[in-house]
């Protein structure tokens, strides 16, 4: 039976898995690497350290099979993050900047205030806003001593993490990346499938930087680092690589990942559905016939949350402890935990809000505050998904969940009752890995669409079972708490310190 490989470089760890074409995972290699904070607000990555790291692993995982086994590779990454390197020796030219990176705020302020706010809005489908790769390469540009003048002379290169690695797996021989990528830079039209010239003069980036744009599924040359040549034939930035995973191939169809943050994408189709409730606008993948586009809401604190509380609070041995404790409890008893702990994301894009707990009283317990915040997650997915229903005129068939928090059956069936839409948890939850495998496997012409939607299983599906008097009674409170979050956000806080 073929194989397909899977590179999947994400924020905190490197990861190859080998999958068989029916998708199930055969082997793993995984490792962390060095996060850099050289300030408050700056995240950095060494993207060498991310370079030798990948090809350690995949070495490790293709060394289990022989290569000519090996139908494909596919890889997914971290988005936004920027790397610019020298094109003769290799070498970045400074540490990639990491999608967390605030260090561009007074930039996009800049833009706004020249009025490319709708510009942006609607040829990239983005907001103004640090977490998109186009100013932190304005940024490298500004700030790494003859950068711009090497730039302009054509001998650097740009990449977000695919393209810094596709590069170096094929021994500098391709510049390429795709479209999800692409449509993550704020510099790319996702109409128009192209760079955009008025983004590249108003950050003053010379196109000479950029990669060439290919369809997700198709064509990105090959390897010889693995044994055998093998072929690369897929590549999508992680949450969109899970939205392919979770075969919501079909408009309509949503994926959420309970992760460090939560990410929710909802294909819709090959119209690009602009935003009027604050959601991004972005491309799911081309499979070589046309883009399909996604929606896309972001909330920065999820399972960071059942982090806090383990790690800061002391509340928790562990996350999966969560489960019980909320379950022990019949309610929060009117506690509400908002994790704005750095600012709210979509829908409110407020990045001054902190978190707060309200509602407390003499009788709270650890249990009440572990279950309202785990409710919080359900909460913010309900926030995302309200606005994506207005924006798109959407009546969801369900909501397909994976990432590290969605093992949680509490959390997933609270989910379920506050949307009022069955939750359906795949087996695998390998889905970003098996995405990027999928892409890859699709051009080697594996499988079909609907061969692939065949191979997803599914693990357990809950049902809503909440009256809907309960539903609007705890989500009015909800509502209530993130509008008094909101407005401690406004008030001076230095202010309130100083007392
Ligand atoms: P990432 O890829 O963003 O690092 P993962 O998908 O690995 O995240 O998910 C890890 C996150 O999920 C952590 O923040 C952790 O606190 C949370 N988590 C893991 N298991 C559970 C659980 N059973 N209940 C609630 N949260 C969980």
Not at 166 to 180: M, R, Y
């Amino acid at each position: 039976m073929p194989f397909l490989l899977a590179i999947d470089s994400g924020t905190t760890s490197c990861r190859a898995l080998l999958f068989d074409a029916t998708g199930r995972v055969v082997k793993v290699a995984q490792e962390e690497f060095k996060q850099h904070y050289p300030q408050p607000g700056w995240v950095e990555h060494d993207a060498s350290v991310i370079r030798d790291l990948q090809i350690r692993l995949t070495q490790a995982v293709a060394g289990g099979v022989s290569t000519d086994e090996i139908a494909a590779i596919g890889i997914t990454n971290q988005r936004e993050t920027a790397v610019v390197w020298d094109r003769k020796t290799g070498e970045p030219i400074h540490n990639a900047i990491v999608w967390q990176d605030r260090r561009t705020t007074d930039i996009c302020e800049r833009l706004s205030e020249d009025g490319l706010g709708d510009h942006i809005r609607q040829t990239t489908g983005l907001r103004p806003d640090p977490y998109f790769s186009g100013t932190k390469i304005a940024w490298l540009l500004e700030n790494v001593y003859g950068a711009r003048e090497r730039a302009k002379r054509g001998e650097l290169a740009f990449g977000t993490i695919d393209t810094w690695l596709l590069w170096n797996l094929t021994d500098g021989k391709v510049h390429a990346t795709d479209v999800t990528n692409a449509s993550r830079t704020m510099l790319y039209d996702i109409r128009k499938g192209q760079w955009d010239d008025t983004m590249l003069e108003a950050l003053n980036i010379p196109s000479s930087l950029l990669p060439e744009v290919r369809p997700s599924s198709g064509s990105f040359g090959e390897t010889s680092l693995f044994g055998s040549k093998i072929p690369i034939r897929g590549i999508a930035g992680d949450q969109q690589a899970a939205l392919f995973g979770q075969a919501c191939f079909e408009p309509g169809m949503a994926k959420n990942t309970y992760g460090t943050g939560c990410f929710m994408l909802l294909n819709t189709g090959c119209e690009p559905v602009h935003s009027e409730n604050g959601l991004l606008t972005t491309i799911a993948w081309d499979i070589g016939e046309s883009p399909v586009y996604a929606l896309e809401g972001s909330v920065f604190v999820a399972g960071a949350a059942i982090q806090w509380l383990r790690d800061e609070m002391g509340l928790l041995k562990d996350s999966a402890e969560s489960e019980q404790l909320a379950l022990s409890v019949e309610s929060t008893d009117g506690v509400y935990v908002v994790p704005a702990f750095v600012g709210l994301g979509a829908p409110y894009w407020e990045p001054n809000a902190r978190g707060a707990i309200f509602g407390l009283s003499r009788g709270s317990t650890r249990a009440h505050l572990v279950r309202a915040t785990l409710e919080a997650l359900a909460y913010q997915t309900r926030d995302v998904l309200d606005a994506m229903a207005a924006d798109a005129d959407l009546l969801l068939a369900n909501l397909r969940v994976d990432g590290g928090a969605a093992l949680n059956s509490f959390l997933m069936q609270f989910q379920a009752d506050i949307l009022n839409v069955p939750v359906e948890r795949p087996t695998s939850v390998e889905t970003t890995a098996w995405g990027a495998a999928a892409l890859a496997g699709l051009s080697a012409g594996l499988f079909d669409l609907d061969g692939l939607a065949g191979l997803r299983h599914v693990d357990r599906e809950f049902e809503p079972k909440m009256y809907e008097r309960k539903r609007s009674k705890l989500y009015a409170g909800w509502e209530r708490a993130v509008e008094a979050a909101r407005s401690w956000a406004s008030t001076d806080i230095d202010d309130n310190q100083i007392s």
